[in-house]
C-alpha cells in the first residue's frame, strides 16, 4: 500500500518517526510555508489532525490534551510571528512538564534577515522554555543529511518524553515550491528507542533517609501540581496514619484522603504566633508542581525545618522554602514505594495538631458560608457541589484557582489548572483541547477578564457537548481587590482592576454554545440541573456576582476564622 505525502524530503520522514513514538495528536494552523507539512499530516491519518487558526490559542488547546494524555502533542505553524504566538502555551507546557512538539516551517537560511516576508530568526526562539531546539536540513537529499534529520526527529520526540517532562522545538526550512505530492512505499522510518534508566534509590541511599525520617518527630509533606496518581496516592493515605506526619495537598495535587488536608490558607491563617513552633516541621518534603498558596510558602520560609527533601526527575535545585538540603532525583512513586516499608511508627502529637485545628477552621467554615450574601464565595460554593462525579475540573488562574482551595476537594474529580505559569491567557483553550479526549464532563470554571481574554477558544470546530464552562464575571479582575498592594491605589480599577460590563451571551451565539445566565443564589440552585442536562453542544453558565462586595467577604471570612480559634 502506498501513501501521498509532500515531495519534500523530510516530511514524510518526520511524520512516521512521531506516530511511531506515540503521537496521536497534532495541532495545525493554516498557513504557506508550513503547506508541506499540513497536506502531509492530513493525508497520512494515523495521527489525528486538527486545525485551529489562532497559534495562541492553538498551544494551549493542544496542552489540555497532553495533560490528559500524558503523550506527545504536535503543533505545526508557518514561518514568523506564528511561531511566536505559541511562546506562553510552551512556557506553561515546560513549568508543567508536558511534552508538547513544536514544529515550525522557516524560509531558508539564506533569506533570514534580508526583508523577506515572514522570515525572522526562529531557530532557539524559546531558549530556556523548552528542553530541547532542533534545526533540520534544508533540502536534505544525500545521505548523511537525511541520517541527520532522522536522527534529530528521534532525540526530539523521546526527549519530550523521557525523564522531566516537557516541549521541544523542531525547525524545518522549506524551499519552494510546498505543494507537491508523491506516492511513496508504506514502509517506516528507523525509529531509536530510549530505555530508561531504572527508577528507584540504591538500598544505602533509602536507608540513609529512612533513618532520618524514623528520628523525626515533625514531618510535613506537602504535594503541589500532579497528574492523578492511584498508587502514589495509597503509599501517602498509610503514611498519613503515622502520628508524626501531615500531608498537605491542594485541589491541582490529585490526592484524596480523610487523613489529607486539601484546606492548607484555612489553618494557616487561624494560627498565632506562639503556635507556630508547634505547627512547623522538623522535617519538610515535597514534591510535584507550583503550590498555589502563598500563605504555606511564606510560613515554611519563615519557620525553616532542620530538614527540607524535594522529590522530583528536575535538571536543576528547586528551593521554593529556601532551607533545601537533599533533592532526591526519583519519582514521588518511586520514593515512597521504597520508603514506606522502612517506617516505624512513633509517638507524636503533630498530626494530632493540624488535624485538630483543620476540624475546628471546617467548622467555622460552614457557619460563615451561611451567613454570607451574595458574592463569588458563596457562588463557588453552589458550583462546586453540583459539578458531576467523574467529571474533569479546569480551574483558570486569578482568584478561581484560590478560591477552590478554600473547599475540601473530591476524589471523583480530576483536579486540572495552568499553574505552571500560572497565567489567564490560556485557560480555556486548555478546557476545550481537555474536553475534546477525555471524554467526561469537563468544567471550566473561570473568571471574566481570563474569559474574555482567551476568547478565541471557542474559535474552532472542536467544541464538545461534554464541555461546560461557568463564567463567574464580576466585572473585572477582582483578585486586586483583596490584594494589599493594588488594592489601596486610585489607580485600581483602570489599571488593575480592568473593570468591564460585558457578557458572553453574544459570543456564545456566535460560537454555537448553549448560554445560560444567573444573577442570585435562588437563579443558580434552579439554572444549575438544567446547564449540566445540556447534551446537545457545549454550554456557557454565566454567573453575574458583585464587583465590590467580594473583597470584603473574603476578607471577613480569614478574618471571622483568626478570630474565632
Wanted: charge should be negative.
Amino acid at each position: 500500500m502506498e501513501r501521498n505525502y509532500s515531495d519534500i524530503k523530510g516530511v514524510k520522514e518526520l511524520i512516521d518517526i512521531c506516530w511511531a513514538k506515540g503521537m496521536e495528536y497534532v495541532i495545525v494552523s493554516p498557513g504557506s510555508r508550513n503547506a508541506p507539512l499540513s497536506i502531509s499530516f492530513a493525508k497520512d491519518q494515523r495521527i489525528k489532525s486538527l486545525v485551529i487558526v489562532d497559534e495562541r490559542s492553538a498551544g494551549y488547546f493542544a496542552l489540555g490534551i497532553a495533560q490528559q494524555t500524558r503523550k506527545p502533542v504536535g503543533l505545526v505553524c508557518t514561518s514568523g510571528t506564528a511561531l511566536l504566538n505559541y511562546g506562553p502555551a510552551v512556557a506553561e507546557a515546560f513549568y508543567q512538564r508536558l511534552p508538547l512538539v513544536v514544529i515550525s516551517a522557516d524560509r531558508p537560511v539564506e533569506w533570514i534577515g534580508q526583508d523577506d516576508s515572514q522570515a525572522l530568526p526562529q531557530v532557539e526562539v524559546f531558549g530556556r522554555f523548552v528542553k530541547g531546539s532542533y534545526q533540520l536540513p534544508l533540502d536534505a537529499n544525500n545521505p548523511d543529511d537525511c541520517w541527520y534529520l532522522n536522527r534529530v526527529v528521534n532525540e526530539a520526540v523521546s526527549k519530550a518524553q523521557s525523564g522531566r517532562l516537557g516541549p521541544v522545538h523542531i525547525n524545518f526550512p522549506l524551499r519552494e515550491p510546498l505543494y507537491g505530492v508523491k506516492k511513496y512505499a508504506n514502509t517506516n522510518e528507523r525509529v531509536i528507542s530510549k530505555i530508561a534508566s531504572v527508577d528507584e534509590l540504591s538500598e544505602e541511599s533509602i536507608s540513609k533517609l529512612a533513618s532520618v525520617f524514623n528520628s523525626q518527630q515533625k514531618i510535613l509533606i506537602i504535594a503541589g501540581l500532579l497528574h492523578p496518581q492511584p498508587d502514589l496516592n495509597a503509599l501517602l493515605a498509610d503514611l498519613a496514619k503515622l502520628k508524626n506526619v501531615v500531608v498537605l495537598t491542594e485541589s491541582v495535587a490529585n490526592l484524596h484522603d480523610e487523613a489529607f488536608l486539601p484546606c492548607i490558607d484555612r489553618v494557616l491563617c487561624s494560627l498565632k504566633q506562639e503556635e507556630l513552633e508547634d505547627f512547623a516541621p522538623d522535617l519538610l518534603i515535597n514534591f510535584g508542581g507550583p503550590l498555589v498558596s502563598k500563605m504555606i510558602k511564606s510560613f515554611l520560609r519563615n519557620n525553616s525545618p532542620k530538614e527540607h527533601w524535594f522529590i522530583g526527575k528536575e535538571d536543576h535545585f528547586i528551593d521554593t522554602f529556601e532551607h533545601l538540603t537533599t533533592h532526591i532525583d526519583v519519582s514521588p512513586l518511586a520514593f515512597f514505594r521504597q520508603l514506606l516499608p522502612q517506617i516505624k511508627a512513633l509517638e507524636s502529637s503533630y498530626s494530632a495538631h493540624w488535624k485538630n485545628r483543620d476540624a475546628v477552621v471546617s467548622s467555622i467554615h460552614e457557619e460563615y458560608l451561611k451567613s454570607i450574601e451574595w458574592s463569588d464565595l458563596k457562588a463557588f460554593e453552589q458550583v462546586l457541589q453540583t459539578i458531576p462525579e467523574g467529571g474533569n475540573l479546569q480551574l483558570a488562574n486569578s482568584s478561581v484557582v484560590r478560591y477552590a482551595q478554600l473547599f475540601k476537594t473530591s476524589n471523583r474529580l480530576a483536579y486540572n489548572a495552568n499553574r505552571g505559569t500560572s497565567g489567564i491567557d490560556g485557560c480555556t483553550s486548555t478546557a476545550v483541547g481537555a474536553a475534546m479526549v477525555n471524554g467526561k464532563t469537563t468544567t471550566l470554571i473561570t473568571g471574566d477578564i481570563s474569559f474574555f481574554y482567551d476568547s478565541n477558544a471557542l474559535w474552532n470546530k472542536y467544541l464538545q457537548p461534554n464541555l461546560k464552562i461557568i463564567l463567574i464575571n464580576n466585572g473585572g479582575g477582582g483578585i486586586f481587590r483583596f490584594i494589599s498592594g493594588p488594592s489601596g491605589v486610585e489607580e485600581l480599577e483602570e489599571y488593575f482592576e480592568a473593570v468591564q460590563n460585558y457578557s458572553a451571551d453574544k459570543l456564545a451565539e456566535t460560537y454555537g454554545l448553549d448560554y445560560f445566565h444567573a444573577e442570585n443564589e435562588e437563579e443558580v440552585n434552579q439554572i444549575l440541573p438544567d446547564f449540566y442536562a445540556a447534551n446537545s453542544q457545549a454550554a456557557i453558565l454565566e454567573i453575574k456576582t458583585p464587583r465590590k462586595v467580594n473583597d470584603q467577604v473574603l476578607i471577613n471570612y480569614f478574618n471571622t476564622i483568626k478570630i474565632k480559634v
